[in-house]
């Protein structure tokens, strides 16, 4: 057993060296040289300041914005995660329940609008989200409902190459191109 | 179920086979010691590595040998790591100043990652500095799958050497696994993250302020490069709580099928390793075929489960046909959120793109059943390979029980120490698994962990313990794992789960090393048939499967028969 020890602490200590600090620090530096912005974390910035992330979601509670997910976690940054609720859980019900009758729009609500994300932090909403929320913000705004709602359909990202993921819509950037609309 | 659907499953799957062949045949090549393209840069490296440690690479080691090196560099491992957790406040790459680990943590944490399970039971983004990640845990990423992959060349020897007291050296595999496979391959994978949008930073976080003026701190680090070793190594252990799921993780649907391909390409491929060490490539793809048998018929059932979305939510008024969205993300799709549960769990990875917990009834009950049937789904990295070679041990002496033969695998006779020593590996999942659920089940001070009620407490319980004796450590995380209680019961259970497996799993390939090869007779049970391939799918699923079958009935199926009864907890 002991002349596996001297093998057993070099090979860690050499390995912990190569893998454990070469290769992250080296792919650090080449990604901030190759992919400056995506390195940081993609940051999204109107007139100097940072307004979010292009990949994370962020809350919108303003009628006059779209609305992203309900999140867990209130869409803290430092704090990932889903409800974790089972598909039998009463405070699931309860809160569907609650969002729906809150939403009150006519017809079946969108699934996404009234379900908590798995990362707390999903950036996009489904196309008929959007469609669904197009009247408030129209009304919000005082701008016509078909400008929005062209708006909306400007914004879907389809299906990259047609048939991977899902189409959906980033809210962040829905609501900056909403402001652009609204300042015309 | 959408034809979009099959599509988005066809091609990520045929994106795997693409490489398996190659890949295979490069980790026969490289385990044998011939030179491949990487040597002219890399062998000067390794043999720098053997000189300061002081290895003689061509000595080789018996499975006694071979299974201490393995545990002293484990225990090594476990030492170092623990220290690291206990004292990041006073290392360096902690922007977020974070103190350091509690001690029932460190322990979990440090067993979790140096098992290859990586169960978290800690907020990566809340808890672990950037030293803690790239230093300690993403270390034993590479590490840990580099023990799988080095212990699954030496079960695979003992079938391709006759007569021979050794089945290799530790050392040398455990190096070549990760200086010519892990780090090349998590280099290029960490590279098409980062043009994909993955971070890749010191920095701590970011600070923002939204359009409606309120402030969001979202946590940053070295993501990339810890994500591609984490798929790759079949590992798991997320730089962020939500895993897979967290946009910085797994930004869009291409991050996701790359993911996915990271996560399944090495451990489809060692069958193929298998079967050119042994002499039969046919044998590996007979392997690979009972393995994606399984898998798709899991897939297909979690799908179709979850792309009927929650009776209980639509009768609310919600629109069906988005499936049942709690706990997934937008941008993935139920078919792929699907083929990421049911693969994670078929090869102990444990990442999630989706939160398992709020899986219906029956689309949470396959990433259980996966876990449970061993983990050779096609399993982790290594481990998958030698579990499926106990199955087949297993098999072939079921099929010779029939006939009233001798049983014989790829030539060497299966005899009574064998099927001992087999067996003894397959009961220590039950045992880990049942044995703790059932103690945590009587157990106020566990039971106060549950964030659910009814059957599905109970599956929060069986998963936990599935998963940590199972290697995968995924969750249905509601749970709250970070208890003195689970903390160190599931960390037993990890201990458990690889090496009172791993060992008598070495000690049968000691045995038949040491015997000579039979030729084929007409007696001979023809292992590469699509008869044996049955054969090995129907033992996965008795021997793995009938075990848990009673702890089962009382969760996720009961649930399932209490879903459609509109009862709630």
Known sequence: MTEHIRPAFVLLLLFTLLTGLAYPLALTGVDRVLFPQAAIGSPVVQKGVIVGSALVGQAFADPKYFHPRPSASGYDGLASGGSNLGPLSARLIERVKGDVAALGGPGPVPADAVTASASGLDPDISPDNARAQVARVSVARNLPQDQVRALVERQVHGRIFGFLGEAHVNVLELNLALDRLAAM | ?569
Not at chain 2, 322 to 327: H, L
């Open chain 2, 1 to 569: 179920m959408t034809l979009i659907g099959w599509l988005q499953l066809a091609v990520t799957l045929g994106l795997v086979l693409a490489v398996v062949l190659p890949l295979g045949r490069f980790m026969a090549r490289l385990f044998a010691g011939d030179r491949t393209l990487l040597h002219p840069l890399l062998s000067p490296v390794e043999r720098g590595f053997y000189r300061a440690a002081g290895i003689d690479p061509a000595a080789e080691q018996s499975w006694a040998g071979y299974g201490m090196a393995m545990l002293v560099f484990s225990a090594a491992g476990f030492a170092a790591l623990y220290a690291i957790l206990r004292l990041q406040a006073f290392l360096p790459f902690n922007p977020q100043g974070f103190a350091g680990v509690p001690p029932d943590l460190a322990f979990n944490t440090a067993i979790s990652f140096l098992t290859n399970t990586n169960w978290q039971a800690y907020s990566g983004e809340a808890t672990m500095s950037h030293f803690s990640q790239m230093a300690g845990l993403a270390v034993h990423n590479f590490l840990s799958a580099a023990t799988g992959i080095a212990l699954a060349i030496a079960v695979t020897r003992a079938f391709a050497r006759k007569g021979s007291a050794t089945l290799g050296n530790f050392w040398v595999d455990l190096t070549r696994a990760t200086l010519y496979l892990l780090l090349p391959l998590s280099i290029l994978v960490a590279l098409a993250f980062m043009a994909l949008g993955v971070p890749q930073t010191l920095l701590g976080s970011m600070d923002a302020t939204t359009l409606e003026g309120l402030h969001q701190t979202i946590a940053l680090g070295p993501v990339a490069s810890q994500e591609a070793i984490k798929q790759l190594g079949t590992n798991g252990g997320g730089f962020f709580n939500a895993n897979s799921s967290h946009p910085f993780e797994n930004p869009s649907a291409l991050t996701n099928i790359l993911q996915i391909w990271a996560m399944l390409a090495i451990s489809a491929a060692l069958p193929i390793t298998f079967g050119r060490m042994v002499g039969s490539e046919k044998q590996g793809w007979a392997i690979l075929s009972a393995m994606a048998v399984l898998l798709v018929g899991g897939v297909a059932l979690t799908w179709w489960a979850e792309a009927q979305g929650n009776p209980l939510v639509t009768a609310l008024g919600v629109a069906p046909d988005m499936g049942n969205m709690e706990g997934k993300e937008v941008r993935f799709g139920q078919a792929m959120s699907a083929l990421f549960a049911v693969a994670t769990t078929g090869l102990s990875c444990g990442a999630v793109n989706t939160m398992h917990d709020s899986l219906m009834p029956l689309g949470g009950l396959v990433p259980m059943v996966m876990i449970q049937l061993g983990e050779v789904l096609p399993g982790g990295v290594g481990s998958g390979l030698y579990g499926m070679v106990v199955f087949c041990v297993l098999s072939v002496f079921v099929a010779g029980l029939m006939v009233g033969r001798t049983p014989e695998f790829l030539g060497k006779k299966i005899e009574a120490r064998e099927i001992r020593l087999a067996v003894l590996a397959v009961v220590i999942l039950p045992l880990a698994i049942l044995g703790f659920t059932a103690l945590a089940a009587m157990l106020p001070a566990a039971l106060s962990s549950l964030n659910n009620a009814g059957p599905h407490g109970l599956s929060e319980l069986l998963y936990a313990y599935s998963s940590a004796a199972g290697n995968n450590g995924s969750a249905f995380a509601g749970l709250n794992a970070d208890t003195p209680w689970f903390n160190v019961t599931l960390g037993i259970a990890m201990v458990l789960g690889r090496f009172a497996y791993v060992l008598p799993v070495l000690a049968m390939a000691g045995s038949l090393a040491a015997k000579s090869r039979v030729a084929a007779s007409s007696g001979t049970f023809p292992t590469t048939s699509a008869l044996f391939v049955g054969l090995l799918v129907g033992v996965i699923l008795i021997l793995g499967g009938l075990q848990f079958f009673p702890a089962l009935a009382l969760g996720p199926v009961v649930e399932q028969v209490l879903l459609a009864a509109g009862t709630t907890f």
